[in-house]
């Protein structure tokens, strides 16, 4: 709590940095949504900066730009039926050190973006501008993917890129319409984002929050609507890390997983609390922990996540892509208070751009819990738990016999995602390669009968079960334990041990 407060003290002390206006009618912009006004906005970015600071005004108007960069101790403002729209033309962006976005800061301090205006990127004009590109012959073929049939990500300009800034205020402001990543903070310390919208459904890749090894974060009061992760913690970095996060009180739609740790993870996540989440129409999972390039993952809590009509209630993989890194830890995980209901139907049908279908039949997926051979998962807590199930699963569309449980692919090295392994032979939980798991208090439910069993734990140690309620299965044994040990349980009769 002591980091939590110092983030506030840190970015409210640049308010009185911000006192003095510039506008940007003054430097020449126009409002008309056509005239390019990337020089008169930069220019008034620049005199605030040169003068020791202020806040650049986009006052009511349509104002197109292309990239601008941002400087310390420079707020951009925009007022209440102000937009910045971004170009559509890809000659107008450039990067600073790694993307391309709209609005580039690196190494500054000192900065914020607020209003109630908005940000538009008009990300799909520019995506397809990019695409026209290369059928041109003006885009070489190796920055082009050939499966995905569009652009590569780093050709896609993003909304906003702050790599290793300090001191950064969002608050209030619209961000629409990205060509790819609509925000990525990276290696920046004293985050505070507050009452941000983000609606971008625009093309793919459209992330809506992305914070990369970022110290002392504080995200509240958000509304994401994204095309892929809606609010997602990356480590890109093996010497840096995410570390005293706090994300609070934010709602969350999302055509991939809603809130989600990696898939990139190669430093690590400590002291990371999230809160009152709420989550609808999310095709991928509710809450996605993953930890698969090296890092450690450790001091974890998630307390009050509320998800109707999504793909998957809760994966955690601890793994190893690229067999080039040391093997990552991930332990001391807390999850509490969760209510989810799962989806027979794909929940993102309403999305212009929807996560892409699984080339295989399945039913629906459990929320699962996965280590490696030799690597557990470590020390996870999960208490207050109630998901529900549509049921109907079937034989005939997918198989997955208790006797074959030891031929569920490890999938070691595979991109991580709920639906890696294929069919699962649990309808509500599949835990494997764990040690140390407490499950206190877990309702599980099904609507129609499923032919798997509820729970399977396979090579778990130190399990301890108390109060799991299973309701709507008929079958006698709800709860499968093989190859596992140190079982503590108070309610053995729906229990089968297989080995």
Not at 290 to 318: H, K, P, Q, Y
Request: glycine residues 6%; hydrophobic residues 40%.
């Amino acid at each position: 709590m002591r980091n939590l407060f110092l983030i506030v003290v840190a970015v409210f002390c640049t308010t009185s940095l911000f006192s003095q206006n510039y506008n940007i009618l003054n430097f020449g912009a126009l409002p008309d949504g056509k005239t390019l006004n990337t020089s008169a906005i930069q220019a008034a970015v620049d005199a605030a900066h040169k003068n020791g600071g202020g806040r650049v005004i986009i006052p009511a108007g349509r104002f197109l730009s292309g990239a601008l960069q941002m400087k310390s101790d420079v707020e951009l403002h925009v007022e209440k039926d102000g937009f910045l729209l971004g170009s559509t033309d890809p000659s107008h962006y450039f990067k600073l050190r790694r993307w391309k976005a709209l609005l580039l800061a690196d190494k500054e301090q000192n900065i914020a973006i607020t209003g109630k205006g908005v940000i538009d990127g008009q990300g799909r004009q520019l995506a397809l501008h990019l695409d026209s590109l290369f059928y041109a012959g003006e885009i070489d073929s190796a920055m082009y993917n050939f499966v995905e049939m569009r652009p590569k990500y780093y050709l896609r300009p993003q909304l906003i890129e702050f790599v290793e800034c300090t001191n950064i205020k969002i608050k209030n402001i619209t961000l629409k319409n990205a060509a790819c990543w609509v925000q990525t903070y990276d290696k920046c310390r004293n985050i505070l984002m507050d009452s941000v919208r983000v609606d971008s459904d625009a093309y793919w890749n459209n992330d809506g929050i992305d914070i990369q090894d970022c110290i002392n974060v504080r995200i509240t009061n958000c509304y994401v609507n994204s095309a892929d992760d809606g609010i997602c913690l990356k480590s890109q970095s093996s010497a840096h890390l995410c570390d005293s996060i706090y994300i609070a009180n934010c709602t969350v739609r999302s055509s991939a997983s809603a809130v989600k740790f990696g898939t990139v993870s190669h430093g690590g996540f400590k002291n990371v609390v999230i809160k009152n989440i709420k989550v609808f129409d999310t095709f991928r999972s509710a809450l996605a922990i993953e930890c698969v390039d090296g890092a450690v993952l450790e001091n974890i809590l998630i307390d009050s996540i509320t998800a109707t009509n999504t793909g998957n209630a809760l994966f955690i993989r601890l793994a190893e892509r690229s067999k080039k890194e040391k093997m990552g830890i991930l332990r001391n995980v807390t999850i509490k208070n969760m209510k989810v209901e799962v989806s027979l139907e794909r929940p993102d049908y309403a999305y212009d751009i929807r996560g892409p279908a699984l080339p295989f039949f399945h039913n629906t997926f459990p929320a699962s819990i996965t280590g490696i051979p030799g690597f557990p998962v470590e020390n996870v807590r999960l208490e207050n738990i109630e998901i529900s199930y549509p049921g109907r699963g079937n034989r005939g569309l997918a198989n997955a016999p208790l006797s074959r449980l030891d031929q569920v692919p490890e999938k070691i090295s595979d991109y991580p995602e709920f639906s890696m392994f294929r069919e699962l032979p649990a309808w509500g939980f599949y835990v494997r390669h764990v040690e140390g798991l407490a499950m206190k208090n877990i309702q599980l439910s099904i609507e129609a009968p499923d032919y798997r069993p509820a729970i399977i734990f396979d090579d778990v140690k130190k399990l301890n079960l108390h109060s799991v309620r299973i309701s709507g299965d008929k079958k006698e044994k709800h709860i499968i334990l093989y190859n596992t040990d140190g079982v503590e349980i108070d309610n053995g009769k729906n229990v089968l041990k297989l080995k």
